[in-house]
């Protein structure tokens, strides 16, 4: 049996915009589409959106349902997220914005504190049902 | 088909307990996707701060109650994220890790972290449903 692996591009991605990491922002396989870690940038130019936890996590998840609704799935089908924070101090105000962005019932989650790369506060990655 | 698995026991709902926006488990494409789970009382929530193996111990109690409240089970466990307050302490988790998965492991990765409330251990795991 093979199942279909397939590429999904960003909805967004200025023309010529190449890619920040050796990496698709979206894979389709079997039942599920499995996202890469998202950090906050800007949808249209690509480029990081440097802010506050909060104001991050609003920028990673407007992205992330974009991204999703583009590709025929939305956040009401994502099942798991993992969310990784620079501090687990920042926890409480990542998840005042999350719980706005995620209808009822959301998905199961885990959050932990994480040393990430170049300055990012949050990165978001999710599997969501194609 | 995307289904919620409940806490079976009260002290197991986080979002109730610390005001996570999280569901216990989902049910999806023949899969069990956990939250990440943690040193909880599964009767009163309270968090069970203590060695890295009294939490492990603690937190493989509470992942058998939900995998088999979700008619799954330790045995049907696909893959695992260990996450570690401190790596020096790999030996220590593995040493409890292997009472609870004694035949065909899982496919696992472990790695330090920050975990929530200064635990020293966090299960994140996926299943067969």
Sequence with gaps: MTAKREILSPPAAAPGTAPAAPASMAV????F???????AIDPQTGERRPGTTASETRQILTNLRQL????GSSLDRVVKVNVLL???LEAPNMNE??????????PARTVCGARLPDGVKVIIECT??? | MRDVIAAPLAGLDLRQHYGHHQSPAIRAGGLIFCSGMLPIDPRTGERCHGTLTSEA???FGNLKLLLDSAGSSLDRLVQVHALIYDSIEYDVLNRVYRQYVANGPPARTVW?????????VELDVIAAA
């Excluded at chain 1, 999703?68 to 590709?71: F, G, K, T």
């Excluded at chain 2, 920050?114 to 020293?120: L, M, R």
């Design chain 2, 112 to 120: 330090a972290a920050q975990i929530e409330a200064g635990f020293k």
């Design chain 1, 28 to 31: 389709r396989g079997g039942a």
């Design chain 1, 97 to 106: 914005i999350y719980a706005r962005f995620f209808p009822e019932p959301p």
């Design chain 1, 86 to 88: 620079h501090s687990m």
């Design chain 1, 68 to 71: 999703l609704e583009a590709a």
């Design chain 1, 33 to 39: 589409i499995f996202v890469s870690g998202l950090v």
């Design chain 2, 57 to 59: 111990h603690v937190i």
């Design chain 1, 128 to 130: 969501a049902l194609a």
